[in-house]
């Protein structure tokens, strides 16, 4: 595995800071957000200095029921392709639900959910990890992920479930320290115990980023600075292995570069520092080995395997040891890639009917903490709200204080379809027939804005009959002299996805 040093997530935000910033190896790039005909002119430039690239992947889905899907297989292939990426990353995570496989609505979370630690849970994952292995240049990383709320029934811790993952299928692993802090939180999951069970010979690299805290839920926001439990962890894995890659990432509410580069000093000491207990720990042994006669060796010579890259030159990851013999996994291993339609089936009704109890309103299913699903269901609709800011920035502007709770009003029982813009276009409309907060020039405005983006032609008797609808709860006539709104076109707008 390449050794890729520190790192810092790219974000246009702080596009000029990072390329100033010293001490970068490498920065991750979302996937999703980044075109590979038109790469942004900074990229470009790191990449001539040699600055390793890493494409970073949030809308896969690979914890979903159904089969990853091509396109977007596809589309990240040929972003590690252009970026000349050593390898790309993706998240242990459901992101939709329903559709043909269940018969129920398709849902989209636009964000990513936790997925049952389940052996059914497991078997689907392992195969759409080998589905996708099997269609990038590059070898996969996934990322363990943050979560407000946890499946009743689970089977395994999450470092067991993560084991099996790597153990079945040779995938690597990101391990986010920011995530372990915030399952410790909302979940009341131990990351020591986790790290204990994680093969840790198998970490492609290191997240690391902040959060905040309210009414006792860790909320990762990736906008706030990195707290020092975080580090701590940090500090604990770097005692046990020497990763070959750490990356701060910040989404949100970027400070200056240097509160930056401070917080990158912070994760270099964290390092440092697990790598100084690693060595007391092992001169402790070697004075016991000592003191019992079996002689003395140097600190590097008794460092652990694992962890003897951090002292020496490096070396290649050791493979992961062999999982206990277990007879629920009989065949498992033959049918890694070909899981059936019946477990799939099973996933997906489950996720489903969690899915739905997040974005459409409905009874939360059985065995899940309601409290936590109302905390969830929240954020998912303030994620959203977010992101279709950033996706439509007019709308905010247009709309201004009024925008946010008119949204969180849109969101409860309007599920998300067909991605952000769609979302965009299916908001202003709905604020259009409702009437509210939208009177007198702001309706005129927003009407002039949507008009602009769902025609002037448009292809199907649903779209017509939409934009009849709406028109018949607008002012019959177009003012005249109208002109579009300050913003880039909308077929150019980017939006802004999580990376979690």
């Not at 242990?92 to 639900?97: E, G, L, P, T």
């Not at 100084?276 to 006669?293: F, N, P, S, W, Y």
Request: glycine content about 10%.
């Amino acid at each position: 595995m390449v050794r890729l040093g520190t790192g810092i997530g790219w974000r246009p935000e702080i596009a000029d800071a990072v390329e100033r910033m010293p001490g970068i190896d490498w920065v991750e790039v979302v996937a999703e957000n980044t075109c590979p005909g038109h790469l942004p002119a900074s990229l470009v430039r790191l990449r001539e200095r040699g600055v390793t690239v890493v494409p970073h992947g949030v809308g896969l889905g690979l914890g979903g029921a159904e089969r990853p899907d091509e396109g977007r297989l596809a589309a990240l292939a040929e972003r590690a392709g252009v970026l000349g990426s050593p390898l790309v990353t993706e998240h242990i995570a459901f992101v939709r639900a329903g559709g043909p496989l269940t018969a129920t609505p398709r849902l989209e979370a636009g964000h990513l959910l936790p997925v049952p630690r389940t052996r059914d849970s497991l078997d689907v994952l392992c195969a759409n990890v080998r589905i996708a292995q099997g269609a990038l240049p590059v070898p996969l990383a996934v990322e363990n992920i943050a979560a407000l709320i946890a499946w009743p029934g689970e089977e395994m811790t999450e470092g067991q479930f993560l084991y099996e993952l790597a153990d079945r299928t040779g995938v690597r692993l990101l391990v986010d320290v920011a995530n372990l802090y915030t399952n410790q939180v909302n979940r009341g999951e131990d990351p020591a115990k986790a790290l204990d069970e994680l093969p840790l010979e198998a970490i492609a690299y290191v997240h690391v980023a902040g959060g905040f805290e309210r009414d006792g839920v860790w909320h990762d926001s990736h906008a706030h600075p990195v707290p020092r439990p975080v580090l701590d962890i940090l500090t604990d894995l770097a005692s046990r292995v020497s990763p070959p890659g750490v990356l701060l990432e910040r989404d949100e509410n970027f400070p200056e570069p240097a509160v930056l580069e401070l917080e990158l000093d912070a994760i270099g000491t964290a390092l440092r520092d697990g790598e100084r207990r690693a060595v007391k720990r092992e001169l402790i042994r070697l004075g016991q080995d000592a003191r019992a006669g079996r002689g003395a060796r140097s600190a590097v010579a008794v460092a652990p395997a694992r962890h003897r890259v951090a002292l020496t030159a490096p070396l290649s990851p050791a493979p992961a040891p062999a999982a206990p013999a277990d007879p629920r996994r009989e065949g498992a291993d033959v049918a890694v890639a070909v899981v059936g339609e019946t477990t799939r089936q099973r996933l997906g009704l489950a996720q489903a009917a969690l899915l739905s109890a997040l974005v459409a309103g409905t009874p939360v299913p059985e065995g899940f903490d309601r409290v936590r699903i109302g905390v969830q269901a929240r954020a998912l609709a303030a994620k959203r709200a977010g992101v279709v800011a950033k996706v439509a920035p007019e709308l905010p502007v247009l709309l201004g204080d009024g925008y946010r709770p008119a949204f969180l009003a849109y969101a409860q029982a309007r599920p998300m379809r067909g991605g952000y813009r769609q979302d965009a276009l299916d908001f202003v409309e709905q604020v259009l027939l409702d009437g509210t907060p939208a009177e007198g020039r702001t309706r005129r405005e927003l009407r002039t804005w949507w008009l602009d983006r769902s025609g002037p032609a448009p292809r199907s008797g649903s779209r017509l009959a939409r934009a009849a609808r709406v028109g018949r709860a607008l002012i019959r006539r177009r003012p005249p002299g109208r002109t579009r709104p300050l913003s880039a076109p909308w077929a150019r707008l980017t939006p802004k996805l999580p990376g979690q």
